[in-house]
């Protein structure tokens, strides 16, 4: 059973460009939540989605950004017209039921601006 | 608002040592604290979690305390190991938060020395 895929790992993007990052959770799971850690910062939420829905998204910047999870394929988050300070990790994680239960997060993708 | 702290950033010790991570909440009361381990460039792996009714957790070598009249859990390595060293980030519930916005802390950054 592999684990949460995120691609592309690293992601350099110009500022104004678009970035679109990539989270397939584990198998079984239905729950995805999106985190951003910027550079000794600590992680902070943006956004939980179940399929076809999103739940909260309430740490999500209500410009540039989107986040779905469509019944079939992987979880997308999207930035748009993309400035320096968007520059950071994107952690993605799954859970087959609640977070309180357990949640497994992928490795990242790195975003740079520049 | 809730803030979440922890003790020091990093914390260096000799191995076959117990290390002792505090992490300190305010302004709320979470129904759970969770406990990850981060190495750099990956994602946070899942060790511990420790609902508002449960004193304390083992599992191995690992060990979680929660005092909810402190407002503080602390989180133990006994025998520790050179591959112990990692960042140790501990989150808690978002008060009104959907079950997967957490607030993590910025991590203390433990390194055991041979």
């Known amino acids: 059973n592999a684990g949460v895929m995120q691609n592309p790992r690293h992601l350099v993007r110009r500022r104004g460009q678009e970035a679109r990052l990539r989270c397939s959770p584990m198998k079984g799971h239905s729950h995805v939540y999106w985190y951003r850690q910027l550079p000794e910062e600590g992680l902070k939420f943006m956004v939980y989605?179940?399929?076809?829905?999103?739940?909260?998204e309430s740490g999500m910047p209500k410009e540039r950004f989107s986040a779905e999870f469509p019944k079939e394929g992987p979880s997308i988050l999207r930035i748009q017209q993309v400035v320096r300070g968007d520059s950071a990790a994107y952690f993605c994680a799954s859970s087959r039921d609640g977070w309180d239960t357990e949640a497994f997060f992928g490795q990242g993708t790195r975003l740079t601006v520049v | 608002s809730q803030k979440i702290e922890q003790n020091s950033e990093a914390l260096n010790i000799q191995e076959g040592k117990t290390a002792t991570l505090t992490c300190n909440y305010t302004?709320?009361?979470?129904?759970?604290l969770q406990w990850y381990r981060q190495d750099p460039g990956r994602g946070p792996v899942f060790l511990l979690l420790?609902?508002?009714?449960?004193k304390e957790k083992r599992k191995e070598r690992l060990k979680v305390t929660f005092d909810t009249t402190l407002k503080q859990s602390l989180f133990h390595i006994t025998a520790s190991q050179p591959a112990d060293s990692a960042t140790y980030l501990c989150a808690l519930d978002k008060v009104g938060g959907s079950q997967g916005n957490l607030i993590f802390g910025k991590g203390t950054k433990l390194s055991v020395k041979p």
């Open positions: 420790i609902r508002e009714n449960e």
């Open positions: 989605l179940q399929k076809e829905n999103i739940i909260d």
């Open positions: 302004n709320y009361s979470p129904a759970y």
